[in-house]
Protein backbone atom coordinates (compact mmCIF):
# COMPACT_ATOMS: atom_id res chain seq x y z
CA UNK A 1 0.00 0.00 0.00
CA UNK A 2 0.72 3.60 -0.61
CA UNK A 3 -0.54 6.17 1.72
CA UNK A 4 -0.21 9.89 0.23
CA UNK A 5 -0.55 13.29 2.06
CA UNK A 6 -1.61 16.55 0.72
CA UNK A 7 -0.21 19.93 2.34
CA UNK A 8 -0.30 23.53 1.11
CA UNK A 9 -3.91 24.12 0.79
CA UNK A 10 -5.59 27.63 1.43
CA UNK A 11 -7.26 30.95 0.32
CA UNK A 12 -5.62 32.93 -2.08
CA UNK A 13 -6.49 36.25 -3.89
CA UNK A 14 -7.42 36.17 -7.87
CA UNK A 15 -3.88 36.19 -9.25
CA UNK A 16 -1.87 35.05 -6.63
CA UNK A 17 0.23 31.81 -5.66
CA UNK A 18 0.50 28.42 -4.21
CA UNK A 19 2.56 25.73 -3.97
CA UNK A 20 0.66 22.18 -3.10
CA UNK A 21 2.91 19.69 -1.71
CA UNK A 22 2.25 15.30 -1.79
CA UNK A 23 4.19 13.15 0.75
CA UNK A 24 4.00 9.45 0.26
CA UNK A 25 5.27 6.64 2.26
CA UNK A 26 4.58 3.29 2.28
CA UNK A 27 5.35 1.14 -0.79
CA UNK A 28 6.88 3.96 -2.81
CA UNK A 29 9.25 1.82 -4.89
CA UNK A 30 6.18 0.70 -6.64
CA UNK A 31 5.47 4.11 -7.84
CA UNK A 32 5.93 5.58 -11.32
CA UNK A 33 3.27 8.31 -11.94
CA UNK A 34 2.01 10.59 -9.29
CA UNK A 35 -0.49 13.55 -10.43
CA UNK A 36 -2.71 16.11 -9.01
CA UNK A 37 -6.54 16.05 -9.67
CA UNK A 38 -9.45 18.60 -8.50
CA UNK A 39 -13.32 18.70 -7.19
CA UNK A 40 -15.48 21.62 -7.11
CA UNK A 41 -18.73 21.81 -5.81
CA UNK A 42 -21.14 20.25 -7.41
CA UNK A 43 -18.70 19.14 -9.90
CA UNK A 44 -16.79 16.10 -11.20
CA UNK A 45 -13.32 15.01 -10.14
CA UNK A 46 -11.47 16.19 -13.16
CA UNK A 47 -6.94 15.81 -14.43
CA UNK A 48 -5.07 18.64 -13.63
CA UNK A 49 -1.48 17.28 -13.89
CA UNK A 50 0.68 14.37 -14.05
CA UNK A 51 4.32 13.27 -14.15
CA UNK A 52 6.70 10.11 -14.98
CA UNK A 53 8.75 8.68 -12.05
CA UNK A 54 11.61 10.37 -13.68
CA UNK A 55 10.02 13.87 -14.60
CA UNK A 56 10.41 13.40 -18.76
CA UNK A 57 6.62 13.15 -18.40
CA UNK A 58 4.03 15.66 -18.18
CA UNK A 59 0.59 16.27 -18.61
CA UNK A 60 -1.49 19.19 -18.09
CA UNK A 61 -5.53 19.75 -18.63
CA UNK A 62 -5.66 22.65 -21.08
CA UNK A 63 -7.50 24.94 -18.31
CA UNK A 64 -4.45 24.82 -16.06
CA UNK A 65 -1.46 24.70 -18.95
CA UNK A 66 1.10 27.55 -18.48
CA UNK A 67 -0.49 28.49 -15.22
CA UNK A 68 0.57 25.47 -13.24
CA UNK A 69 3.58 23.03 -12.56
CA UNK A 70 3.96 19.78 -11.67
CA UNK A 71 7.46 18.32 -10.19
CA UNK A 72 8.90 15.73 -8.11
CA UNK A 73 11.34 14.91 -5.61
CA UNK A 74 11.86 11.17 -5.28
CA UNK A 75 14.67 11.39 -2.81
CA UNK A 76 11.67 13.21 -0.46
CA UNK A 77 8.88 11.05 -2.52
CA UNK A 78 7.35 14.22 -2.72
CA UNK A 79 5.27 15.35 -5.75
CA UNK A 80 4.52 19.32 -5.72
CA UNK A 81 2.11 21.48 -7.55
CA UNK A 82 2.95 25.06 -8.21
CA UNK A 83 0.05 27.16 -9.40
CA UNK A 84 0.84 30.75 -10.52
CA UNK A 85 -2.07 33.00 -11.92
CA UNK A 86 -4.72 31.61 -9.92
CA UNK A 87 -8.22 31.72 -10.79
CA UNK A 88 -11.73 31.49 -8.92
CA UNK A 89 -12.93 29.04 -11.20
CA UNK A 90 -9.39 26.81 -9.61
CA UNK A 91 -11.36 26.77 -6.40
CA UNK A 92 -11.92 23.22 -5.63
CA UNK A 93 -10.41 20.39 -3.24
CA UNK A 94 -7.40 19.10 -4.74
CA UNK A 95 -6.28 15.56 -4.58
CA UNK A 96 -2.88 13.67 -5.19
CA UNK A 97 -2.65 10.17 -6.56
CA UNK A 98 -0.08 7.59 -7.29
CA UNK A 99 -0.18 4.96 -9.62
CA UNK A 100 2.62 2.09 -10.88
CA UNK A 101 2.16 2.69 -14.39
CA UNK A 102 2.96 5.59 -16.11
CA UNK A 103 1.33 9.10 -16.22
CA UNK A 104 -1.97 8.75 -18.29
CA UNK A 105 -4.50 12.47 -17.87
CA UNK A 106 -7.05 9.98 -16.31
CA UNK A 107 -8.47 9.13 -12.69
CA UNK A 108 -7.59 5.89 -13.31
CA UNK A 109 -4.60 6.11 -10.18
CA UNK A 110 -4.56 3.52 -7.62
CA UNK A 111 -3.65 5.30 -4.61
CA UNK A 112 -5.79 8.73 -3.75
CA UNK A 113 -4.89 11.58 -1.03
CA UNK A 114 -7.87 12.86 1.31
CA UNK A 115 -7.25 16.33 -0.62
CA UNK A 116 -6.46 19.98 0.52
CA UNK A 117 -8.90 23.03 -0.03
CA UNK A 118 -7.72 25.88 -2.16
CA UNK A 119 -9.88 28.99 -2.40
CA UNK A 120 -9.45 31.65 -4.96
CA UNK A 121 -11.07 35.07 -3.93
CA UNK A 122 -12.28 37.39 -7.07
Known amino acids: QVQLVESGGGLVQAGGSLRLSCAAS????????MGWFRQAPGKEREFVATISWSGGTTYYAGSVKGRFTISRDNAKNTVYLQMNSLKPEDTAVYYC???????????????WGQGTQVTVSS
Open 26 to 33: GRTFSIDA
Open 97 to 111: AADPKGPIPTLQYRY
